[in-house]
């Protein structure tokens, strides 16, 4: 009895497919991170400058009052003399 002699298979070589890459949608994220940043600082800004125009005020206020009593002070004094 011959032996069968076993034919040795012949491997194929798997052609690798390339992987389309897919274009990440994050840029539209930080560019609206972004603008919101920008929003929030023109907000703390714009109070800011409120405080601000506030605290002006408050000091006008405050140096009317003064000039306020003063007069008052001068008109005592000269109703005194």
């Known amino acids: 009895i011959k032996k069968k002699k076993?034919?040795?298979k012949k491997k194929k070589k798997k052609k690798?497919?390339?992987k389309k890459k897919k274009k990440k949608k994050k840029k539209k994220?930080?560019?609206k991170k972004k603008k919101e940043k920008e929003k929030k600082?023109?907000?703390?800004e714009k109070k800011k400058k409120e405080k601000e125009k506030k605290k002006g005020r408050r000091?006008?206020?405050?140096?009317?009052?003064?000039?306020?009593?003063e007069g008052k002070r001068r008109i005592r004094r000269r109703k005194k003399e």
Not at 41 to 44: I, L, N, S, V
Not at 59 to 69: A, F, G, H, T
């Open 59 to 69: 000091k006008k206020n405050e140096k009317q009052q003064l000039v306020e009593e």
């Open 6 to 8: 076993k034919k040795k």
């Open 41 to 44: 600082k023109k907000e703390k």
């Open 29 to 31: 994220k930080k560019k």
């Open 16 to 18: 690798k497919k390339k």
